[in-house]
């Protein structure tokens, strides 16, 4: 399974970004999905989870309110809309695939990442 994380770019504090996660491979349905994002010299930040059937979502207190997940389990697909963002949201953005049935919050937890994807928010 290969993740092709995609979307990022330049906005203005304030602006919106929507952001794609497309998975190969045909379990896509069955795995937690989730987007975490790191800062240069930061470590990976949880950012939001969804469950397999799009039944739970989770979001870091930081994103709570500016950030929706969603997937389409038909198009192996995974979003992040970012609303409302902020300089402090710039950042390399990764999705990733969790076998766990909950919705965890440590790297550890996810087996396969894709690649990045930057953000950058100017003031």
């Known amino acids: 399974v290969q993740l092709q994380a995609s979307g990022g770019g330049l906005v203005q504090a304030g602006g919106s970004l929507r952001l794609h996660c497309a998975a190969s491979?045909?379990?896509?349905?069955?795995?937690?999905m989730g987007w975490f994002r790191q800062a240069p010299g930061k470590e990976h930040e949880f950012v939001s989870g969804?469950?397999?059937?799009?039944?739970?979502?989770y979001y870091a207190d930081s994103v709570k309110g500016r950030f929706t997940i969603s997937r389409d389990n038909a198009k192996s697909t995974v979003y992040l809309q970012m609303n409302s963002l902020k300089p402090e949201d710039t950042a390399v953005y990764y999705c990733?695939?969790?076998?766990?049935?909950?919705?965890?919050?440590?790297?550890?937890?996810?087996?396969?990442w894709g690649q990045g994807t930057l953000v950058t928010v100017s003031s």
């Open positions: 491979g045909r379990t896509f349905s069955s795995y937690t």
């Open positions: 969804i469950s397999w059937s799009s039944g739970s979502t």
């Open positions: 990733a695939r969790s076998p766990s049935g909950r919705l965890p919050t440590m790297p550890y937890n996810y087996n396969t």
